[in-house]
Every structure is written in C-alpha cells, then in structure tokens.
C-alpha cells in the first residue's frame, strides 16, 4: 500500500493518512509517496517510492544505524521551516501568534557535550551512541555532530573504558569540551580502588583531561575546566548545565541582551551557572535565581574574579514550589526565564501580577513555553518576537528566545 506524507510530527516522524487513521513513518519527509508494512500506526521499514526534492544524502556515514541524529536525511532549508513551525503552531494551538525572526542553526560539528556508550568487547572496547531503538553501541569515528575536541577524547575514552568496565556491564563517559581541556565523567563503572585510582591520575595527565570524575566523585584535576560566557570565566561543577554549542550560546546571549533592552535592574530565573547573568552584570544589576546552590557558587565566584560587572547576587530558590512573586520584582526592568523543559507555569501565573515590563522567555521545549506564554498573554503581555536557534542539528529538539512586554 502505498501513502503519501502530509506533514512532519513533532519528533520529525513523516504522517500520512492511513486506513485507520494517522501513519506514523521515520525518515520521510512531506509529499514524499512511500510503501510499506503498517505496524501499529507506524510504518518502521518504508520504502521510499517517491522522493522529496528535500530529500539529501546524509552528510554522516554513521547515520543509518547511530541513534545519535534523525534528521540527517533532509535539507537545511526543509529542517529550518519545519523547526520554526513546531514553535508557530505550540503558539497556534493556544491562540497565540507572533513575528518569527530568521532561525539561527549551529553549525555542523559543534556540540560541545556528549554522553557516549563504552564497553568491552573480545577484541577491545567499542565507543559510541546507542543504535537506533536498541542497545547496540555504534562506533562514530566519523561523526558529523560532535565538535573535534571531543572526538579528540576518544583515545582516552578507550583507555578509560578498559579500566572501568566489564564484559558484562557497559559504563557511561560524558564529556564536555572546556577552555582547559576536556572535562570527563564516568559512570556505572568499576568502584576505584587504590591502584586504579593511580593509574586514572596517570591517564588524566596523559591525555591531559582537565578533570576526571568517577562514579560521581572527582579523582583527578590537572588544570580546572574553565567555561567563558562573554569573556566572563566560570568554573562549573561536575555535569553542570551548559548551552550544548558555543554557537547557540553566543546567539542565545545577544538575543537576551537584545530583548532585557537598556533595564538597570535584572532578574535572571534559572540562572545555572551564569550563562545570561554574567553578560548582563555587564550592563545591569542582576539577581541570579537558581535551585542548584554548586551551580551559584560557580557563578557568585565568577563575578567575583569577572572585570567590569556591576553587582550581581545569588539566591538559591525553588522556582517550582517557591515562585518569585509580584513583591520581590518591584523595581525590576526585565526578567530573563530559562526554565527546565517541565517550563514553568508557577512562576509564570505569579508574574501575572507583577508588573515588570520585559520578558526575555528562553525555552527549550515550545509546548510548554506556548502553555506558559498564554498565562503571561492573558494578564496583558504581548508577545513582540520569537527568535528560534537551533543548537540540536539533525534532531527534534527546538529552542527558543521569546521578547514579552507588558506597557
Ligand atoms: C535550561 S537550564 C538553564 C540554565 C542557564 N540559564 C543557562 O543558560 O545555562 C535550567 C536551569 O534550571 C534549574 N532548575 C531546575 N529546576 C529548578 C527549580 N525547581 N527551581 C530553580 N531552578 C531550577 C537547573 O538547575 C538549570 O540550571
């Protein structure tokens, strides 16, 4: 039987009409005609009948089998159109429209941070992404995603894998790329005892990885792993929170400088480590906001060390549970919200009675940035601009910079 694909799902799935209603059908793109065996409401193997001119060869020799990226199949152009439009219709389906800017995408080869999959095999170790819906680990000599730095990693990945893993159970090694090296941690691997512990300093210095963590304790810094936001350094603790490309950041950041406008007073909710605050210190005064206290202390020692910032407080708070409320933002120019992918509606139907007038909105999920948007549009809000950037090349993943202002 063969279907016609009407449009891209939120995930990136093609959807076609079929007998019994919606199709759900992996790496096909709109008005391409495809053939295949239902399953479900999903066709797992199409056949692609028909192609789209939007259709490309994938730029990654690993795409066919790595888990790691799902939309390599189809243009820049065709992802870029499709990106915006999950954001035009999460605002769509709560009665919400604004002015789109042009997307801004990362380039190829950039993503900073990545979790790989190790284990030990009969002739090695085998370092990789999942495969696709399965628990093979694919090698990615070749990936396309990952900035070279941390492709660089991979001889000490190998080296770490051969000390901390079994044959029976895989480990897990993060890695983020960072100003003094590669910051690395490991996890679900063998407890470290003495003589291992010696031979992970000696493999830290050799590959010269700034630090080391293990089963979540640090074992190793030869040089502390440094992150720059704007020229402001900051140290971040193990498996921090960090924009996952530099590119994204800087592009996120000058949307947020952009949309605070000339506000003397800020208020940075979710604040991480200081991604936002610090730039802004720049030019405003500005209180940090935040639920993980390694998180501030990283950044509340940054603006310490950082030239140039105006003052900068720390408050550690549960913006779930604890929203700030309309009181604690008298006098408040703008407030930048970055929440977790949950969103944040607490905070947002306390904002409803504040009476700041900026909003720079930063989501990476725009079904619950639309959700949280409507609460703010319905105490008189408007939504200026929707600036879209995408860090998560040839993924679903979408996020975004909003501007709210309320007169
Ligand atoms: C998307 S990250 C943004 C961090 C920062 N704005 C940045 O760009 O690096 C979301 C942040 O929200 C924090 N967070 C998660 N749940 C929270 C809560 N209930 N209250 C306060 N902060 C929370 C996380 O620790 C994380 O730093």
């Known amino acids: 039987m063969n279907f016609t694909i009407k449009q891209l799902s939120i995930q990136g799935d093609g959807i076609a009409d079929g007998p019994e209603g919606p199709v759900y059908i992996p790496f096909t793109l709109p008005g391409e005609v495809v053939e295949g065996e239902v399953s479900g409401n999903r066709i797992p193997k199409p056949r692609i009948i028909e192609p789209s001119d939007n259709r490309v060869k994938a730029p990654c020799p690993h795409f066919k089998s790595c888990g790691g990226c799902s ?49 030990r095999t009969k002739k090695g170790v085998l370092i990789g992404f999942h495969g696709r819906a399965s628990d093979t680990v694919i090698a990615i000599p070749s990936c396309k995603l990952l900035h070279p730095e941390i492709m ?6 190998e080296a770490l894998t051969k000390i901390g893993a079994s044959r029976k159970a895989g480990i897990s ?37 700034a630090r080391l963590s293990w089963n979540g304790e640090v074992v190793a810094i030869r040089s502390v792993p440094v992150q720059t936001f704007d020229g402001v350094s900051v140290s971040p603790p193990v498996g921090a929170f960090l924009q996952a490309t530099e590119a994204g950041q800087i592009s996120l950041t000058n949307t947020v400088i952009e949309a605070v406008g000339n506000a003397s007073t800020i208020v940075d909710l979710f604040a991480g480590c200081g991604t936002f605050s610090l730039p802004l210190a720049k030019q405003a005064t500005v209180l940090a906001v935040e639920g993980d206290a390694p998180l501030l202390n990283a950044l509340d020692a940054a603006w310490r060390l950082g ?66 948007a409507k609460i703010l549009v319905n105490s008189g809000y408007t939504i200026d601009w929707v600036q879209v950037v995408d860090q998560f090349r040839w993924s679903s993943h979408v996020e975004l910079v909003a501007l709210l202002t309320k007169s």
């Open 71 to 119: 939309m390599q199949h189809a243009s820049d152009s065709l992802l870029a159109d499709w990106k915006t439009d999950v954001v035009r219709n999460a605002l769509a389906a709560h009665d919400l429209e604004s002015e789109f800017r042009p997307i801004i995408t990362s380039p190829a080869q950039s993503r900073r941070r990545a979790t790989f999959a190790a284990q």
């Open 307 to 372: 030239e140039g910032l105006k003052t900068l407080t720390t408050h550690k708070r549960d913006l779930f549970r604890n929203p700030m409320l309309a009181e604690d933002l008298k006098n408040v120019g703008a407030i930048v919200i970055d929440p977790p992918r949950a969103g944040t509606k607490a905070q947002c139907e306390a904002l409803s009675e504040a009476t700041v007038s900026r909003i720079a909105f930063v989501s990476c999920n725009p079904v619950t940035f639309a959700r949280d």
């Open 152 to 157: 660089a990693t991979l001889p000490a990945m």
């Open 173 to 209: 090694i993060s890695v983020t790329q960072s100003a003094s090296g590669p910051d690395v941690s490991v996890e679900d691997a063998k407890e470290a005892d003495g003589p291992m512990m010696v031979e992970l300093g000696a493999l830290v210095e050799q590959f010269k990885l």
